[in-house]
Protein backbone atom coordinates (compact mmCIF):
# COMPACT_ATOMS: atom_id res chain seq x y z
CA UNK A 1 0.00 0.00 0.00
CA UNK A 2 1.06 3.74 -1.02
CA UNK A 3 2.03 5.39 2.00
CA UNK A 4 1.28 9.40 2.43
CA UNK A 5 2.21 11.51 -0.20
CA UNK A 6 2.84 15.28 -0.78
CA UNK A 7 3.93 17.79 -3.60
CA UNK A 8 5.53 19.46 -3.89
CA UNK A 9 8.61 17.85 -2.41
CA UNK A 10 10.54 21.60 -2.31
CA UNK A 11 9.36 24.78 -2.78
CA UNK A 12 10.68 28.81 -2.59
CA UNK A 13 8.65 31.23 -2.61
CA UNK A 14 9.24 35.19 -1.92
CA UNK A 15 7.75 37.12 1.45
CA UNK A 16 4.01 38.31 1.15
CA UNK A 17 3.74 35.43 -1.81
CA UNK A 18 0.91 32.41 -0.89
CA UNK A 19 1.66 29.02 -1.25
CA UNK A 20 -0.95 25.74 -1.29
CA UNK A 21 0.46 22.33 -0.46
CA UNK A 22 -1.05 19.50 -1.26
CA UNK A 23 -1.45 15.82 0.86
CA UNK A 24 -2.48 12.62 -0.12
CA UNK A 25 -3.52 10.24 3.09
CA UNK A 26 -2.97 6.56 3.54
CA UNK A 27 -6.09 4.45 1.64
CA UNK A 28 -8.85 3.90 4.26
CA UNK A 29 -7.53 6.73 6.36
CA UNK A 30 -10.10 9.86 6.86
CA UNK A 31 -7.70 11.75 9.00
CA UNK A 32 -5.14 14.28 8.26
CA UNK A 33 -3.02 16.45 10.10
CA UNK A 34 -0.46 19.48 9.11
CA UNK A 35 2.53 20.21 11.27
CA UNK A 36 5.44 22.62 11.05
CA UNK A 37 8.76 21.64 11.81
CA UNK A 38 11.32 24.39 11.85
CA UNK A 39 15.16 23.78 11.36
CA UNK A 40 16.52 22.16 14.56
CA UNK A 41 13.04 21.95 16.52
CA UNK A 42 10.42 19.07 16.73
CA UNK A 43 6.86 19.41 14.65
CA UNK A 44 4.47 21.92 15.64
CA UNK A 45 0.81 21.12 15.46
CA UNK A 46 -0.86 23.19 12.49
CA UNK A 47 -4.51 21.78 12.20
CA UNK A 48 -6.57 18.48 12.13
CA UNK A 49 -9.53 17.46 9.36
CA UNK A 50 -11.51 14.33 9.96
CA UNK A 51 -14.28 13.68 7.21
CA UNK A 52 -13.87 17.09 5.75
CA UNK A 53 -14.34 19.37 9.00
CA UNK A 54 -11.56 20.60 11.31
CA UNK A 55 -11.30 19.02 14.19
CA UNK A 56 -8.24 20.75 15.95
CA UNK A 57 -6.06 23.98 15.24
CA UNK A 58 -2.70 24.63 16.55
CA UNK A 59 -1.56 28.12 17.50
CA UNK A 60 -1.04 29.69 14.25
CA UNK A 61 -2.14 32.95 12.76
CA UNK A 62 -5.06 33.24 10.42
CA UNK A 63 -2.96 33.64 7.44
CA UNK A 64 -2.90 29.43 7.06
CA UNK A 65 -5.87 27.60 6.81
CA UNK A 66 -6.50 24.10 5.36
CA UNK A 67 -9.23 21.81 3.92
CA UNK A 68 -10.31 18.46 2.80
CA UNK A 69 -11.45 16.89 -0.02
CA UNK A 70 -14.30 13.92 -0.48
CA UNK A 71 -11.72 11.84 -1.07
CA UNK A 72 -9.90 12.54 2.10
CA UNK A 73 -6.73 14.67 0.45
CA UNK A 74 -5.96 17.98 1.76
CA UNK A 75 -4.38 21.10 1.26
CA UNK A 76 -2.68 23.62 3.42
CA UNK A 77 -2.78 27.86 2.37
CA UNK A 78 -0.71 29.80 3.55
CA UNK A 79 -1.24 33.38 2.29
CA UNK A 80 1.08 36.67 3.48
CA UNK A 81 4.60 34.56 3.50
CA UNK A 82 6.86 35.73 5.76
CA UNK A 83 10.75 34.69 6.35
CA UNK A 84 9.61 32.62 9.92
CA UNK A 85 7.02 30.42 7.40
CA UNK A 86 10.20 28.82 6.06
CA UNK A 87 10.45 25.26 7.55
CA UNK A 88 9.64 21.62 6.50
CA UNK A 89 5.77 21.21 6.41
CA UNK A 90 4.61 17.79 7.53
CA UNK A 91 1.34 16.04 6.58
CA UNK A 92 0.28 12.68 8.52
CA UNK A 93 -2.82 10.14 7.82
CA UNK A 94 -4.47 7.98 10.23
CA UNK A 95 -7.67 6.40 11.31
CA UNK A 96 -9.46 8.21 13.98
CA UNK A 97 -7.79 7.81 17.24
CA UNK A 98 -4.59 5.74 16.09
CA UNK A 99 -1.31 6.28 15.02
CA UNK A 100 -0.12 8.82 12.72
CA UNK A 101 1.69 8.20 9.82
CA UNK A 102 3.90 10.76 8.20
CA UNK A 103 4.65 12.12 4.43
CA UNK A 104 7.81 13.01 3.38
CA UNK A 105 7.14 16.40 3.68
CA UNK A 106 7.50 19.67 1.79
CA UNK A 107 10.53 21.76 2.16
CA UNK A 108 8.92 25.74 1.99
CA UNK A 109 11.96 28.11 1.92
CA UNK A 110 10.67 32.37 1.92
CA UNK A 111 13.45 34.62 0.43
CA UNK B 1 -1.45 21.39 27.90
CA UNK B 2 1.08 18.81 27.69
CA UNK B 3 4.44 18.94 27.43
CA UNK B 4 7.53 16.91 26.47
CA UNK B 5 11.42 16.50 27.38
CA UNK B 6 13.66 15.22 26.04
CA UNK B 7 17.15 15.91 28.05
CA UNK B 8 19.72 14.69 25.61
CA UNK B 9 20.50 17.03 22.12
CA UNK B 10 23.15 14.34 21.32
CA UNK B 11 24.11 10.76 21.81
CA UNK B 12 26.94 8.52 19.86
CA UNK B 13 27.38 4.94 20.62
CA UNK B 14 29.33 2.38 18.46
CA UNK B 15 27.87 0.06 16.05
CA UNK B 16 26.35 -3.18 17.66
CA UNK B 17 26.22 -1.43 21.34
CA UNK B 18 22.49 -0.90 22.99
CA UNK B 19 21.93 2.56 24.02
CA UNK B 20 18.64 4.30 25.59
CA UNK B 21 17.37 7.53 24.95
CA UNK B 22 14.98 9.60 27.44
CA UNK B 23 11.84 11.42 27.52
CA UNK B 24 9.67 12.54 30.40
CA UNK B 25 5.98 13.92 29.46
CA UNK B 26 4.15 16.22 31.60
CA UNK B 27 0.19 15.56 31.58
CA UNK B 28 -3.25 15.51 33.70
CA UNK B 29 -4.96 12.99 31.40
CA UNK B 30 -5.10 9.31 32.16
CA UNK B 31 -5.59 7.71 28.79
CA UNK B 32 -3.09 8.62 25.75
CA UNK B 33 -0.51 7.16 23.47
CA UNK B 34 3.18 7.62 23.64
CA UNK B 35 5.42 7.58 20.61
CA UNK B 36 9.11 7.48 19.58
CA UNK B 37 9.42 8.24 15.91
CA UNK B 38 12.95 8.40 14.09
CA UNK B 39 13.77 11.19 11.62
CA UNK B 40 16.81 10.26 9.56
CA UNK B 41 18.38 12.75 7.18
CA UNK B 42 15.52 12.12 4.58
CA UNK B 43 13.69 13.87 7.06
CA UNK B 44 10.53 11.58 6.73
CA UNK B 45 9.66 11.24 10.13
CA UNK B 46 9.13 7.21 10.56
CA UNK B 47 7.53 5.91 13.39
CA UNK B 48 9.42 3.30 15.64
CA UNK B 49 7.39 2.16 18.63
CA UNK B 50 4.02 2.89 20.21
CA UNK B 51 2.87 2.84 23.97
CA UNK B 52 -0.69 3.05 24.88
CA UNK B 53 -0.54 4.19 28.49
CA UNK B 54 -3.55 1.83 29.90
CA UNK B 55 -0.93 -1.19 28.78
CA UNK B 56 0.91 -2.14 31.99
CA UNK B 57 3.40 -4.34 29.71
CA UNK B 58 6.48 -2.31 27.97
CA UNK B 59 6.02 -2.15 23.77
CA UNK B 60 8.79 -3.89 22.06
CA UNK B 61 9.82 -4.05 18.15
CA UNK B 62 12.35 -5.95 16.93
CA UNK B 63 15.80 -4.22 18.57
CA UNK B 64 13.41 -1.18 19.88
CA UNK B 65 11.76 -1.49 23.42
CA UNK B 66 10.33 1.08 25.82
CA UNK B 67 10.63 1.31 29.57
CA UNK B 68 7.06 3.14 29.90
CA UNK B 69 6.67 4.17 34.19
CA UNK B 70 3.26 6.00 34.44
CA UNK B 71 3.81 6.87 38.09
CA UNK B 72 7.10 8.92 36.82
CA UNK B 73 5.97 10.00 33.94
CA UNK B 74 8.61 8.46 31.72
CA UNK B 75 9.12 6.90 29.04
CA UNK B 76 12.71 5.53 27.60
CA UNK B 77 13.93 3.97 24.49
CA UNK B 78 16.54 1.41 23.98
CA UNK B 79 18.03 -0.07 20.82
CA UNK B 80 19.66 -2.78 21.26
CA UNK B 81 22.64 -4.31 18.68
CA UNK B 82 22.17 -0.99 17.41
CA UNK B 83 23.29 -0.44 13.50
CA UNK B 84 24.46 2.31 11.15
CA UNK B 85 20.83 2.67 10.19
CA UNK B 86 19.63 3.71 13.25
CA UNK B 87 21.56 7.16 12.80
CA UNK B 88 18.81 9.25 12.99
CA UNK B 89 16.94 12.34 15.19
CA UNK B 90 14.60 10.53 17.45
CA UNK B 91 11.50 12.43 18.51
CA UNK B 92 9.45 11.54 21.46
CA UNK B 93 5.51 12.03 21.26
CA UNK B 94 2.47 12.41 23.39
CA UNK B 95 -0.88 11.79 21.97
CA UNK B 96 -3.96 12.35 24.15
CA UNK B 97 -6.74 9.53 23.41
CA UNK B 98 -9.47 11.02 22.03
CA UNK B 99 -11.90 10.88 18.41
CA UNK B 100 -11.03 14.10 17.34
CA UNK B 101 -8.16 16.73 17.73
CA UNK B 102 -6.01 14.13 17.99
CA UNK B 103 -2.26 16.44 17.52
CA UNK B 104 0.86 15.05 18.94
CA UNK B 105 3.31 16.82 21.10
CA UNK B 106 7.13 16.53 20.11
CA UNK B 107 9.93 16.66 22.23
CA UNK B 108 12.70 18.46 21.02
CA UNK B 109 14.64 15.35 20.09
CA UNK B 110 18.01 13.53 20.56
CA UNK B 111 20.38 13.49 17.84
CA UNK B 112 21.45 9.69 17.49
CA UNK B 113 24.73 9.08 15.51
CA UNK B 114 26.18 5.18 15.43
CA UNK B 115 29.73 5.04 15.24
CA UNK B 116 31.04 2.30 12.82
Known amino acids: DAGVTQSPTHLIKTRGQQVTLRCSPI?????VSWYQQVLGQGPQFIFQYYEKEERGRGNFPDRFSARQFPNYSSELNVNALLLGDSALYLC??????????FGPGTRLTVL | AQTVTQSQPEMSVQEAETVTLSCTYD???????LFWYKQPPSRQMILVIRQEAYKQQNATENRFSVNFQKAAKSFSLKISDSQLGDTAMYFC?????????????FGTGTRLTIIP
Open chain 2, 27 to 33: TSENNYY
Open chain 1, 27 to 31: SGHKS
Open chain 1, 92 to 101: ASSLLGDTQY
Open chain 2, 93 to 105: AFMKRSFGNEKLT
